[in-house]
């Protein structure tokens, strides 16, 4: 197997406080291959946000990166200088944002912004660049791109901004695209409309993409791989198909309970009974162990180190029900993608709220 784009091991994001850390995220381990959309998804809270921000080098004070490492290809991003990281953002990652209105400015036009991106990050004179926005509003379905890269952003609707966000994101050609709940803001009928988008553009271009997002119909129609988030721990790690059909960790079969669909007869959708930990104060052992149906004394004073589960290399989950199988201690290798589940499987998917993660 090549070597990973992005490998993150033993990742922990906190926040102090006054009154202590708040750990956004706590000890997590991912790997991302060229090519491969790797999904994290979990409930609102859960550190999906941060964990994003931690990979871009976007973590803001009182934030701070604490302990381990993200390589992307094999240099630290957690060692590099400002400038270091600026050069690297645009040119080989970029960032898709949550709310796109909120980062655009309304002061210029949505052609001079992206061509801001591209003065900053090659050296296109300015015919170039312009005939590059063009391109790119065309190619992201904005109907007569020279005349709409002279409006301003609040002449876009909510899923037209969006396009253009990702036309900023993509300008550069970036390697590998950090996508922050690109959908949740938008209605249902553009969410479908963008996610297809970013379906065909990661398929035409090649893109590697690190997916975050509370919906699991989202994920099983985008990703390959996913990784399972909850009180800041990625609590199960493998490709969707798996998971999808036999998840070995008790909060992704939980989280699966509560994607409605089609078929249920039932008169309500299931839900996980109790609310994640304080993040500031998280239990000494198992975060999950409070809402947990499985959990033994073990869960209660230690914390479950990765455990291989299934017959898949890279399938990981940290739960104690797993123990006796090999344990993984650096980071989780990223198993070979798989085809993503049929639409039948998949109905639904909006097992939490859309508030963003923090």
């Given at each position: 197997m090549t070597p990973p784009l992005l490998e993150?091991?033993?990742?922990?994001?906190?926040?102090?406080?006054?009154?202590?850390?708040?750990?956004?995220?706590?000890?997590?381990?991912?790997?991302?291959h060229e090519g491969e959309v790797l999904g994290i998804v979990g409930e609102s809270g859960s550190g999906k946000s941060t964990l994003l921000r931690s990979v871009m080098g976007l973590v803001e004070d009182p934030g701070e990166i604490v302990a381990g490492s993200i390589e992307y290809r094999g240099r630290d991003l957690t060692t590099m200088s400002d400038a270091e990281l600026r050069e690297l953002r645009g040119n080989d990652i970029s960032f898709i944002f949550q709310e796109?209105?909120?980062?655009?400015?309304?002061?210029?036009?949505?052609?001079?912004?992206?061509t801001d991106v591209l003065q900053a990050h090659t050296d296109l004179d300015s015919d170039e660049r312009w005939e590059r926005v063009y391109d790119l509003l065309g190619r992201l379905g904005i109907p007569s791109p020279e005349e709409r890269a002279e409006s301003y952003p609040h002449e876009f609707s909510g899923g037209m901004a969006q396009r253009v966000c990702?036309?900023?994101a993509l300008a550069c050609e970036p390697e590998l695209v950090l996508a922050d709940e690109p959908t949740s803001a938008l209605d249902v009928t553009i969410q479908a409309q963008i996610i297809d988008l970013l379906t065909e553009l990661q398929s035409d271009l090649g893109l590697s993409m690190l997916w975050v997002t509370h919906d699991m119909g989202v994920v099983a129609e985008t990703c390959d791989t996913m990784g399972v988030m909850y009180a800041g721990n990625i609590v199960e790690y493998g490709t969707v198909e798996s998971v999808f059909a036999d998840p070995k960790h008790p909060y992704t079969e939980a989280l699966l309970r509560t994607v409605p669909s089609h078929l249920d007869t039932a008169p309500r959708f299931d839900t996980i009974e109790g609310s994640p930990p304080d993040l500031q104060n998280l239990p000494s052992g198992c975060?999950?162990?409070?809402?947990?149906?499985?959990?033994?004394?073990?869960?209660?004073?230690?914390?479950?180190?990765?455990?291989?589960?299934?017959?898949?290399?890279?399938?990981?989950?940290?739960?104690?029900?797993?123990?006796?199988?090999?344990?993984?201690?650096a980071s989780p290798s990223a198993p070979e993608p798989s085809a993503p589940l049929a639409d039948s499987q998949t109905d639904g998917g909006q097992p939490t709220d859309r508030e963003g993660d923090r």
């Open positions: 993150v091991d033993g990742l922990s994001t906190h926040f102090k406080t006054a009154e202590g850390a708040v750990k956004a995220v706590d000890d997590n381990s991912l790997t991302l796109p209105t909120a980062h655009l400015n309304p002061a210029y036009t949505v052609g001079d912004q992206i990702i036309a900023m975060v999950f162990q409070e809402r947990c149906p499985d959990a033994m004394e073990v869960c209660r004073n230690e914390r479950p180190p990765y455990y291989e589960v299934g017959d898949e290399d890279g399938w990981v989950s940290k739960c104690f029900l797993h123990e006796g199988n090999p344990t993984r201690s």
